[in-house]
């Protein structure tokens, strides 16, 4: 069935209308984006001159901490794992790391010791969906056509 030529003028119309509202709210978001962007900046910025010494102050306080830990540890840690202090627990742990050489991999192939080992395997989409539709049908892959719409808008639109 055949559409009447009024229709689709009031059809267009329509879509015209839409088009306006889409590009005059586009320019409004556009705008309301950059004044949120900006007062944010300035707020980040009071922030960051406040913040930085402090976190300056807590770093150094950190690496300190820890060399007087690792220099003074006999006379520390000498009765225990846990030193209390009114502001605070000082914490010692003893754990073994393991070292693992560069040809693990090929020792623990050479003797089965798959359940170590690790393999990641994954498709490439990208030049999967470039190959032809008989190739795709050997791996059970299928083409589907899908619909897109869009639109452009006229530098007029939103004045």
Same mark, same amino acid.
Request: aromatic share 4%; hydrophobic share 45%.
């Given at each position: 069935?055949?559409?009447?030529?009024?229709?689709i #003028?009031a059809i267009?119309?329509?879509a015209? $209308?839409?088009?306006?509202?889409? =590009?005059?709210? $586009?320019?409004? %978001?556009?705008q309301i984006?950059a004044?949120?962007?900006? =007062?944010?900046?300035?707020?980040?910025a009071? *922030? =960051?001159?406040?913040?930085?010494?402090?976190?300056? %102050?807590?770093?150094?306080?950190?690496?300190?901490?820890?060399?007087?830990?690792? %220099?003074?540890?006999?006379?520390? *840690? /000498?009765? /225990?794992?846990?030193?209390?202090l009114?502001?605070?627990?000082?914490? !010692?742990?003893? *754990? @073994?790391?393991?070292?693992?050489?560069?040809?693990?991999?090929?020792?623990?192939?050479?003797?089965?010791?798959?359940?170590?080992?690790?393999? =990641?395997?994954?498709?490439? !989409?990208?030049?999967?969906?470039?190959?032809?539709?008989?190739?795709?049908?050997?791996i @059970? #892959?299928?083409?589907? $056509?899908?619909?897109?719409?869009?639109?452009n808008? %006229?530098?007029?639109?939103?004045k």
């Amino acid at each position: 069935m055949k559409k009447k030529s009024s229709d689709i #003028a009031a059809i267009k119309a329509e879509a015209e $209308m839409l088009l306006k509202v889409i =590009a005059v709210c $586009m320019e409004s %978001t556009q705008q309301i984006e950059a004044e949120h962007q900006a =007062a944010v900046e300035r707020i980040a910025a009071g *922030f =960051a001159a406040r913040l930085a010494p402090v976190s300056r %102050t807590l770093e150094d306080a950190r690496k300190d901490l820890l060399a007087l830990l690792r %220099t003074e540890k006999r006379s520390l *840690f /000498g009765d /225990g794992d846990v030193v209390k202090l009114k502001n605070g627990s000082l914490l !010692r742990q003893l *754990f @073994g790391r393991v070292q693992i050489p560069r040809d693990a991999i090929v020792k623990c192939e050479e003797l089965d010791f798959t359940e170590v080992i690790r393999i =990641a395997k994954s498709l490439d !989409r990208a030049a999967v969906e470039k190959w032809p539709d008989e190739r795709l049908l050997l791996i @059970g #892959a299928t083409r589907k $056509m899908k619909e897109e719409f869009s639109y452009n808008l %006229t530098k007029e639109a939103a004045k």
